[in-house]
């Protein structure tokens, strides 16, 4: 799933200089929603296996707060 969705990352930066800019731009926003499903699955995994939300929000590059009210009342 990843290593599929990294593929259609990288098919879509590589469009950049081509293809048509609207089917580009749906395509991006597919890989954008995608990939926010897949983050919230991750979050949830990484709580209930113990991990702290300092933990979950440094591996995401933000502040615990944030972490917590984007996932924290799922």
Request: glycine letters at 10%.
């Amino acid at each position: 799933m990843v290593d599929g969705m990294t593929n259609d990352i990288r098919t879509a930066l590589g469009a950049v200089d081509g293809g048509e800019p609207l089917a580009q731009l749906r395509e991006i926003a597919r890989l954008r929603a995608e990939l926010a499903r897949v983050e919230e699955a991750q979050v949830r995994r990484a709580r209930l296996t113990g991990h702290s939300w300092v933990a979950v929000a440094d591996a995401l590059g933000v502040s615990k707060q944030a972490a917590h009210k984007k996932y924290g009342r799922r």
